[in-house]
């Protein structure tokens, strides 16, 4: 189920960590500390391309597969950038949006802080195989990355979002992927419709604070995620003890790890894309690798 080019594991119980967290954070280091890091590795290459165009006289779309000559907005929110519209932050993002939805030219959605917190499609795809369930609830669900590819491995989706532009967006691209049936999208706060929720999995992926979470050397999930990353996890924790946890590659293993309890063990998995680290994804309870469990308490 694991593709090694892509996913490393490593592994942690409640009290040690291992020796090569150093190697990692040294990696972490040398990279800056963006989970998106290496995204525009080809942006010189398209925009040399792009020029060309330009001097050829044909139509110049530096940025856009399909020609968007004017925005898309909902609620006065744009949700699809024309050329001209689209800020100069998100051109490495943008220039690698195929990467995040496969089908973007069928007309993807996202605002603009979706462009900074979407799931790589890649990565969400492993990360659905490994929650494979009856019912799995996409507790910050955003513009519908991680829930299109629940909706693909599981029998149900509960989409929760606070913010009805990124409900719109997610449920405009569940259509597309085809699995808006599957998914039930619910406009509200998490943390208040926690205690009455009922599923067999969680998975968390709140907001990181948009890029500016790569300025700390290490991302600290009690002050850097809005409403506690501890108290997230537990209101998670009391719907089912199977929670996945999507975290920036910086994030301190060992709060990760203590989130499992005294006697608990959890899974840290490394998320790559083409060589790079991107972020974690800490599995509790019963989604952590058994064979990885029991070497952790032996």
Same mark, same amino acid.
């Given at each position: 189920m694991?593709?090694? #080019? ?8 409640g009290? %040690? =960590?291992?020796a090569?967290? @150093?190697?990692?954070?040294a ?7 963006? @989970?998106y890091?290496?995204?525009d590795?080809?942006v010189?290459?398209?925009?040399? $391309?792009s $020029?060309?165009?330009? %001097?050829n ?9 399909? @020609? ?5 907005l ?6 699809r ?6 800020p100069s932050d998100?051109?490495?993002y943008?220039?690698q949006?195929?990467s995040?939805?496969?089908?973007y030219?069928?007309? =993807?959605?996202m ?5 900074f917190?979407?799931t790589p499609?890649? =990565?969400?795809?492993h990360?659905a195989?490994?929650?494979?369930? %009856?019912?799995i ?11 299109i ?5 599981? #029998? ?5 979002d ?9 449920r405009?691209?569940?259509r597309?992927?085809?699995? #808006?049936d599957? =998914?039930?999208?619910?406009?509200g706060?998490?943390f ?5 929720l009922?599923?067999?999995?969680v ?5 990181w604070g948009g890029p500016?979470?790569?300025?700390s ?5 009690t002050?850097?995620?809005p409403?506690?990353?501890?108290v997230?996890?537990?209101?998670a924790?009391?719907?089912?003890? #199977?929670?996945?946890y999507?975290?920036? $590659? %910086? +994030? ?7 989130? +499992?309890?005294?006697k608990g ?6 998320n790559?894309l ?10 509790y309870?019963?989604l ?11």
């Open positions: 694991n593709n090694q #080019e892509d996913v490393n594991n490593t592994k942690y119980d009290t %040690n =960590i291992p090569t967290a @150093a190697t990692v954070a990696k972490r280091k040398a990279a800056g500390f963006d @989970a890091s290496g995204y590795q080809i010189p290459k398209k925009k040399k $391309r $020029r060309k165009r330009k %001097n006289n044909s139509a110049w779309v530096p940025l856009v597969g399909a @020609a968007i000559e004017q925005s898309e909902f609620n006065d929110v744009i949700v950038y024309s050329p001209n519209d689209l998100l051109t490495k943008y220039n949006r195929y995040y939805f496969s089908k030219d069928q007309g =993807i959605l605002d603009r802080e979706g462009w917190s979407v499609e890649k =990565i969400a795809k990360i195989e490994r929650c494979r369930s %009856n019912v609830i996409d507790a910050f669900s955003g513009c519908g990355g991680n829930a590819q629940f909706a693909l491995t599981c #029998e149900r989706v509960i989409a929760i606070i913010d009805p532009v990124k409900l719109h967006c997610a405009h691209n569940a597309i992927y085809g699995v #808006e599957r =998914i039930e999208f619910i406009q706060d998490f208040k419709l926690a205690p009455t009922k599923a067999n999995v998975f968390l992926s709140p907001p500016s979470y790569q300025q050397s290490v991302f600290d999930i002050t850097m995620i409403g506690n990353g501890v997230i996890h537990s209101l924790s009391k719907i089912t003890p #199977e929670v996945a999507f975290m920036p $590659r %910086n +994030a301190n293993p060992q709060q990760l790890a203590q989130l +499992a309890g005294p063990v959890c899974e840290i998995e490394q790559f083409r060589g790079s680290l991107k972020a974690l994804t800490v599995y309870g019963d952590a690798n058994q064979d990885y469990i029991v070497q952790a308490q032996q």
